[in-house]
């Protein structure tokens, strides 16, 4: 056997021994198995959580829509979006809408400021020891995974092109090293069109159905098909300042004398032309 191999031997074996003491005496079977076939062995029960939902993060993107449909939108809640850190609104649309993470709707500790349910031991989503919800923890062990998906889907493009059997989503070719995630609706188009879907339908729009992985080529293209139409359509925020402030007619009438003002004018004519088309 050589060094390196005696070495991890050595070290899944105190690994394994961490976590058998730290084990408690009821734990997901499924987070167990995994965790012991893993070629190097987690030494805490919560790092098998983590490395068991990251090596499933489509099972924790349904995990955490599931838990936010249980517990809904608070009431009163829009989906809001400020550039003022302040605010504790997101800074932009392509972040997902998570209404317990703004500052106003936050339930505190011991919930998960992603779907809002109760964090129990481990960060686990039920309460399998009857101890309570974790008043140290805001996150599921889940929501945090959903949630790195949701904002980055580019870190699990190897899994979307095995699901997509290599193939463009757009043209059916072969996929090229180069190919990139896209979303099939483009996210200004749901901070638009979409805004006022209820919370948590709304978070369709970030997960597999909506995703999709196209050659680099098809990419550029559909960006700038995508680019001209906003251009094109005034966004949200102009219409309703353009109603909330109609022009008034004191501007059309300034308007009208500039534009009589900059028009060309005829040459004026003197008494000779008079007298020429007079001749005539």
Known sequence: MSNWQAEKAERNRKSFARLSKALPAIFPPAVLSRALS???????PRLALESYWRAHPLRADRLARALAAKT??????TWRISQNRKAGLPATFRTPP???????????????CVCGQPVYRLGWHKDLWNAGPNKNAVWHCACVVAWQFWNAPSGEAPLLRRLQG?????T???LWKSAEVDHRVPLFRVWREYR???WPKLLDFWRLPNLQVINRDVHAAKCANEARDRRAAPSPEAEIKLIASPPSPTSDHKDAQ???EDAPTAPRQTSL?????RIA
């Open 172 to 174: 059916g070719r072969r």
């Open 258 to 260: 500039a534009t009589m």
């Open 166 to 170: 290599r193939r463009c989503g757009q």
């Open 98 to 112: 998570a209404p317990y993470r703004e500052r106003a709707y936050s339930l505190g500790p011991g919930f998960c």
């Open 273 to 277: 032309h008079r007298k020429s088309g």
């Open 38 to 44: 893993r070629a190097f062995i987690p030494p805490t």
């Open 72 to 77: 809904g939108p608070p009431t009163g809640w």
């Open 196 to 198: 006022d879907v209820p």
